[in-house]
């Protein structure tokens, strides 16, 4: 049985930490949700971690579309959340259709989007029409040319006008919202204000839960992590590892072995021999 938006509001009301984790395919799926992840995010990240992207705005609804079915087909029990992408919801009318469109063809629980005050009435009409939306504030990285990659909200109006922002999501209807690279005392004070969970990224402990991207997890890229994620594995040094160990073998005749093929009856393969080619059409 699927978590339920029920299900991640009852965490926060019983003190459960929520552990959200990005997936942007089959495996990657199946894999998260094996290691327990009650909450997986089709993050437009995969623009960057998954595509080569220097950002996300390159990133399509197409992208999205094609990312989060391959999750679903993946998952059983997590609820998936998609991100719709750049400027795919900077209307009502254009996120009721990106909504429609995700949800129908991927079969996705929710979406994500970024911003405050900007895009509530586009949240409380999403919600109104039975989209389950989590919000996102603080950096935000479909803006990040006007923000800039740091830590955002450190002085008193723009902290205020983040709470303000979290608490207008909520009163929209968003059932959660993730604080990304926000200070860690301010992201614990928003925590406390709302009813809904709030999932942190840079945020410090004080959330209600944490989201990290899968390949910064797992060390898949020699790019030195970012402050707010922690590495668990070095799985891109032990792929690189084994894919070398297989170029040389095949360059040494290593592999395949025998037992890595197959066999026929040699009166089978005689009888085959002996007869001409068809003539070429």
Request: glycine share 8%.
């Amino acid at each position: 049985m699927r978590t339920t938006l029920a299900d991640i509001q009852q965490m926060k009301a019983s003190g459960e930490r929520i552990a959200m984790l990005t997936a942007y395919d089959f495996p990657s799926a199946k894999i998260a949700e094996r290691a327990g992840a009650p909450v997986l995010l089709v993050g437009d990240s995969l623009g960057m971690v998954v595509l080569g992207h220097d950002t996300t705005l390159p990133v399509s609804l197409d992208d999205m579309v094609r990312h989060a079915s391959a999750v679903m087909r993946g998952s059983r029990k997590a609820l998936i959340v998609c991100d719709l992408p750049f400027l795919t919801y900077a209307s009502e009318a254009d996120a009721v259709a990106a909504a429609r469109r995700v949800m129908q063809e991927t079969g996705v629980q929710a979406v994500k989007l970024e911003g405050g005050a900007p895009i509530i009435p586009i949240v409380k009409r999403l919600t109104d029409l039975g989209v389950p939306v989590m919000g996102h504030l603080g950096f935000t990285p479909q803006s990040q040319n006007q923000l800039g990659v740091k830590v955002q909200a450190r002085q008193a109006a723009a902290a205020r006008q983040l709470i303000n922002d979290a608490l207008a999501l909520e009163a929209a209807g968003a059932f959660a919202v993730v604080l990304e690279l926000v200070p860690a005392p301010l992201a614990e004070a928003v925590t406390a204000r709302l009813r809904i969970p709030a999932i942190g990224i840079g945020a410090g402990a004080g959330c209600d839960g944490q989201v990290q991207v899968w390949h910064d997890l797992l060390g898949l890229y020699d790019a030195k992590p970012h402050r707010h994620a922690k590495r668990y594995a070095e799985i891109g040094d032990a792929i690189e590892t084994a894919l070398r160990s297989y170029v040389d073998e095949v360059r040494s005749g290593a592999f395949p072995t025998k037992s890595n093929s197959s066999t026929m009856e040699a009166a089978e393969l005689a009888a085959a021999l002996e007869v001409d080619p068809l003539p070429l059409i």
